[in-house]
C-alpha cells in the first residue's frame, strides 16, 4: 500500500512537470505570421498616409506680412470649399491656431493695392524741386542779349527823328537799360573802320569787334561803349553773325536763352554769307534766334535780311523812323515778359495737376485697402461661429482669442496706411503750397522787372 501510494505521488509529479515543459513551447512560425504581417501593413500605411500639412503662423502686428498673406478661397464665392475645410480642421484648436486657419483660407489680396499706395510719391517736382530743405525750383530763365550794330557809312543818313547811327544807339541804350535782373548784355559793331572807299574795304570788311562784353548792364559803361565809334566803312554782315556764335558758345543750358538783334541798314558788303552764318548760330548748340531790325532798308536788302532772320529762326522787322525803332524793342521787351509769365502759368498748372493726382491715388488705394480689409474682418467673424458650431475650438477662451487676433489684423493694417497717408499728404499740402508761393513771387518779381 505504501508502494502504492508513492508510485502514485510520482506520476503526478511528473505529469506536472511534463505540463509546465509542454507551456513552455515557443508557438511556431506558422502560428505568428498573422500578427506579422498585420503590423507590417500598420507600417506601410503609415507610410503611405501623407502628413498632415501644418498651418503657417499668421502675422499679427507685422503690416509687411499681413498683406503677403492671401487665403485659398474667396470668401463669397467659394463657401462650398471652405466649410469642408473648416469640417476637416482638428478639434480643440487653440484662437492661434485658428487664426492662422482662417487667414490661411480667406486672406483678402492686399499686396497689389498696398504696392501701389507705398509706390506714390507725394513729392511735386518742377525740374530739379526737391523735398529737402528749400524749394529748389528752376532759376528764372538767364537772357543774354547780344546787339550787332552795323556802323557803316550808311548809318550816317538821316531819317524822320535825326541821324540813324544817334537813333539806333539811344534806343539800344534803353532797351538793355530796362533788361530785367539776371539778364546780360552785349554789343558788337562791325564795318566802324575807313571811309568806305574801295581801297580801305579790306580793312572794313574785318573791323568787327566787342565794345562791351556780356554782362549786366552798367549804364556808364555802356554809354562809353557807344560813344567809341561812329559810322563809317563796308557792311560785314555775315562775319559779325560769325563771331557772335563764338561770343555765345559756352552759352547753354536749359535756363539760358540766347536771342541776337542785329541792327543794319543795309545788305552785306563784304562778300560773305549771312544767311549761312544765321542757320550756323541757330543750330549750335546755343540755339540763338537772330532777329534783324532792318532800319531804312530799301527793298533789296530786306529782301536778305528777311532771309537772314528766318535761316536764324528769328524775325525780322522794318523801321524807317525813331518812334518806329523804340516801339518795336519796346515790343520785344514786352515779348520776353508774357513769355515768362506764360512759364509760370504752365506751374501753376503742373503743380495743381500734380497735386490732385498724388491726392486722388492716396484716397483710391487706401480706400481700396481699407474696403478689403473690412470686407475680411466681417468673413472672419462669420468664420468663428461656424468654427464654433463644428466645436473646433478649445474652449470659449480660444474663441475669445480669434475674434481678439482678427480685430487686431484690421486695426494693424488701418492704422498703418492711414499714418501714411496722412504722412503723404502732409508732405504733399507743404510742396503744394511752397512751389505755388514761389512761382508767384517769381512772377511777382518778373512783373516788376519788366513792368506791363
Known amino acids: 500500500m505504501t508502494n502504492f501510494k508513492m508510485l502514485l505521488v510520482g506520476n503526478l509529479l511528473l505529469a506536472a512537470m511534463l505540463a509546465g ?57 467659394q463657401m462650398e470649399e471652405i466649410q469642408k475645410e473648416l469640417e476637416a480642421a482638428p478639434d480643440g484648436m487653440t484662437g492661434e491656431e485658428a487664426y492662422s486657419l482662417i487667414v490661411s483660407l480667406i486672406a483678402p489680396d492686399l499686396e497689389e493695392p498696398a504696392a501701389k499706395f507705398e509706390a506714390i510719391d507725394p513729392v511735386i517736382t518742377i525740374d530739379s524741386a526737391t523735398p529737402e530743405d528749400e524749394i529748389d525750383l528752376p532759376e528764372q530763365e538767364t537772357v543774354n542779349v547780344a546787339v550787332l550794330l552795323d556802323a557803316s557809312g550808311s548809318m550816317a543818313g538821316e531819317v524822320s527823328g535825326g541821324q540813324k547811327m544817334k537813333l539806333a544807339k539811344q534806343a539800344i541804350q534803353k532797351y538793355a537799360a530796362d533788361l530785367p535782373e539776371g539778364s546780360n548784355v552785349m554789343l558788337r559793331i562791325y564795318g566802324h573802320k575807313g571811309e568806305g572807299t574801295n581801297a580801305d574795304k579790306e580793312m572794313s570788311c574785318s573791323s568787327n569787334e566787342v565794345v562791351y562784353d556780356l554782362s549786366a548792364y552798367d549804364e556808364s559803361k555802356f554809354t562809353a561803349a557807344l560813344e567809341e565809334f561812329a559810322p563809317a566803312g563796308w557792311t560785314p554782315l555775315a562775319g559779325a553773325i560769325e563771331a557772335a556764335e563764338q561770343d555765345l558758345q559756352e552759352q547753354n543750358g536749359d535756363n539760358i536763352r540766347n536771342v541776337i538783334y542785329v541792327v543794319s541798314d543795309g545788305i552785306e558788303t563784304c562778300g560773305g554769307n549771312p544767311v549761312a552764318a544765321a542757320a550756323s548760330l541757330s543750330g549750335s548748340g546755343i540755339e540763338a534766334e537772330v532777329n534783324i531790325i532792318g532800319f531804312d532798308v530799301d527793298n533789296e536788302g530786306q529782301k536778305q535780311l528777311e532771309e537772314v532772320a528766318k535761316a536764324g529762326k528769328g524775325q525780322y522787322k522794318s523801321v524807317y523812323s525813331e518812334s518806329e525803332l523804340n516801339e518795336y524793342l519796346k515790343q520785344e521787351y514786352s515779348r520776353l515778359y508774357w513769355e515768362w509769365l506764360a512759364w509760370g502759368n504752365d506751374r501753376y498748372y503742373d503743380i495743381l ?30 468664420m468663428s461661429n461656424k468654427l464654433a458650431d463644428l466645436g473646433k475650438f478649445k474652449d470659449e477662451e480660444a474663441a475669445t482669442k480669434y475674434k481678439e487676433l482678427i480685430e487686431t489684423r484690421h486695426e494693424t493694417v488701418t492704422q498703418y496706411f492711414r499714418q501714411e497717408q496722412e504722412r503723404k499728404d502732409t508732405i504733399r499740402k507743404d510742396m503744394h503750397e511752397k512751389l505755388e508761393a514761389k512761382v508767384k513771387q517769381l512772377q511777382e518779381e518778373s512783373e516788376e522787372n519788366y513792368g506791363s
Open 353 to 382: 495737376h500734380q497735386s490732385n493726382n498724388i491726392y486722388s491715388d492716396l484716397l483710391k488705394y487706401n480706400n481700396d485697402i481699407y474696403g478689403k480689409s473690412l470686407a475680411s474682418l466681417n468673413n472672419m467673424y462669420s
Open 21 to 77: 515543459c509542454s507551456s513552455d513551447e515557443k508557438p511556431s512560425a506558422a502560428d505568428n505570421q498573422p500578427a506579422k504581417e498585420e503590423q507590417q501593413a500598420e507600417k506601410e500605411a503609415e507610410k503611405e498616409a501623407p502628413a498632415e500639412p501644418a498651418i503657417p503662423e499668421a502675422a499679427i502686428h507685422n503690416v509687411e506680412e499681413i498683406v503677403k498673406e492671401k487665403g485659398k478661397y474667396d470668401a463669397r464665392n
